[in-house]
């Protein structure tokens, strides 16, 4: 097999700043305020190509990431990773947490919503491909900026460069009528980028990657658009939860500008400030998209991260496959197609941010918190003394049955040893069992997050405080062994220290 680059192309597009007062601004004449820095940074990275480098953090938050369990493969070519447990754990919630989210929001959008999975190597000769990559040809900027294209058996293929061709492969099949619409399609599609090796960055830019994307197919524009905001309205409310310093970058045809200006002065006053207006030619939308929202954070290095997306097509273009609908009078018309990468970012990308935040947000007593839904480890047991540790197995296997990943300490080194495990950092409860009699009546607990410490608390006091905190049901097992002493490993990459 060998691989080939595409190259890029430049996108006739303009920038703009809309503010509060529903004034459209050239980007080179607006003034920013002071609690504007981060739409300033945006601004320069997005229209000036200029981002803030700091090798030493960037170096520190590497070390974090492949401390909890991601790293490059070294059995593959550049910008490709494998995982260790924990890692996997993470992704694995995420992808859960994003089912959920979408399920969720369907649900109250009263849209049936359908679970599929496609391949990832596509036959160029296609038709349905072959037209799209015609498009791609001329016009590479769309979807990322570089397909990855192989040759297999000296035949041409292309890795799947998008996320919603198979949906809409899918959709195309069921010969859709008006009364069927609207219908999501959600699927977490295995994509890839073949991304400058220069650019490559652990989670947040690699060259294969998983995105959780919700394409829910409609009869107009117009429908298309009031469920676009909804959805926003439900990234909005994921986004303040996680991280309120956040901006929007809105690229928008001129066509869409002249038409929907209401809608985007909604956008704006829905976060409260400005947005990034990207205008294009309306000759160069060649894949029928009018509307693209990204939801762009900022990570500890100080560079804008994509980590949402909402979208509106009028499926106009062969990227929507020629998928129509029969309307009423039996007629064939071309659908509308929302897509969102919902709730979060591609899967890597999302455990990027968690990470990040994570690490930005350190404790002075080093702690790194995750939701604790995606924590790896919720709860480590540790007991004091060697006649504690069946107590500890007994309170460690009850809480796993009620689908918390928990582990214990069971290790023949001192306490005060064990309670300087490097992978503590990473665990919101830490719970000693100690040598009473009746121990798990006289428990330890640690709130790692609330920076508390409660003694003399019952097994039952444990339980209903952890589960306070187990507000999103997301069951994904513990990836490593329970008792620490049986571990190789720690999950996180680093081998263990070996009793004395």
């Known amino acids: 097999m060998s691989v080939k680059k595409s190259k890029k192309s430049i996108s006739d597009k303009k920038y703009y700043i809309l503010d509060l007062s529903s004034t459209v601004i050239p980007v080179a004449n607006y003034k ?20 803030p480098k700091n090798k030493n953090q960037e170096k520190k938050l590497e070390k974090m990431i492949n401390e909890i369990g991601f790293e490059w493969d070294p059995l593959s070519e550049a910008g490709h990773m494998r995982q260790m447990s924990h890692a996997v754990t993470i992704t694995e919630a995420i992808e859960k947490y994003s089912w959920l989210a979408v399920k969720n929001f369907c649900d109250k959008q009263g849209i049936p919503l359908y679970k599929v999975s496609g391949g990832e190597l596509f036959d160029v000769n296609v038709p349905d491909v072959k037209k799209q990559i015609s498009i791609i040809s001329k016009s590479s900027g769309l979807y990322g900026s570089n397909q990855y294209n192989v040759i297999v058996n000296e035949k041409n293929r292309v890795l799947r460069y998008n996320a919603c061709i198979e949906k809409l492969s899918l959709a195309k099949r069921a010969n859709l009528k008006n009364e069927d619409l609207p219908v999501g399609f959600f699927e977490i599609s295995k994509s890839y980028r073949f991304e400058e090796e220069r650019e490559l960055q652990l989670c947040k830019r690699v060259r294969s990657f998983r995105i959780p994307e919700l394409d829910v197919i409609n009869d107009s524009l117009e429908t298309s658009m009031k469920i676009a905001a909804d959805a926003h309205a439900d990234i909005l409310k994921g986004l303040d939860k996680l991280d309120p310093n956040y901006e929007l970058l809105c690229s928008v045809t001129q066509d869409f500008l002249k038409e929907n200006f209401d809608f985007l002065k909604t956008i704006a006053k829905s976060i409260k400030k400005p947005i990034l207006l990207a205008v294009y030619n309306d000759a160069c939308c060649k894949d029928g998209v009018k509307i693209d929202i990204e939801y762009k954070t900022f990570d500890s290095l100080k560079s804008p991260v994509e980590i949402a997306t909402c979208l509106v097509d009028d499926g106009s273009t062969e990227f929507s496959l020629g998928l129509k609908f029969q309307t009423e009078n039996g007629l064939r018309k071309a659908v509308s197609i929302l897509h969102v990468v919902f709730p979060f970012a591609s899967v890597e990308r999302f455990a990027y941010f968690l990470i ?30 060697n006649n504690s540790v069946e107590d500890g197995k007994k309170l460690a296997q009850e809480l796993e049955l009620l689908n918390f990943r928990v582990d214990l300490d069971d290790r023949r080194i001192s306490y005060k040893e064990k309670r300087k495990a490097e992978d503590l950092k990473w665990i919101p409860y830490v719970v000693t069992v100690g040598k009473s009699i009746s121990s798990l009546k006289n428990l330890i607990i640690e709130d790692k997050i609330k920076e508390t410490i409660e003694k003399n608390k019952s097994k039952g006091d444990l339980i209903r405080k952890i589960k306070s905190e187990n507000d999103i049901n997301i069951i994904v097992p513990r990836y490593v062994p329970m008792f620490l002493s049986k571990r190789a490993i720690n999950g996180l990459g680093q081998t263990k220290r070996k009793a004395r």
Do not use: H, M
């Open 356 to 385: 990040d935040r994570a690490v930005k947000n350190e404790t002075k007593a080093g702690f790194r918190q995750f939701p604790f839904w995606s924590s790896p480890i919720q709860i480590r047991i540790i007991t004091t003394d």
């Open 32 to 51: 920013f305020g002071k609690n504007e820095v981060y739409l300033k940074s945006l601004v320069d990275s997005e229209c000036f190509f200029k981002d």
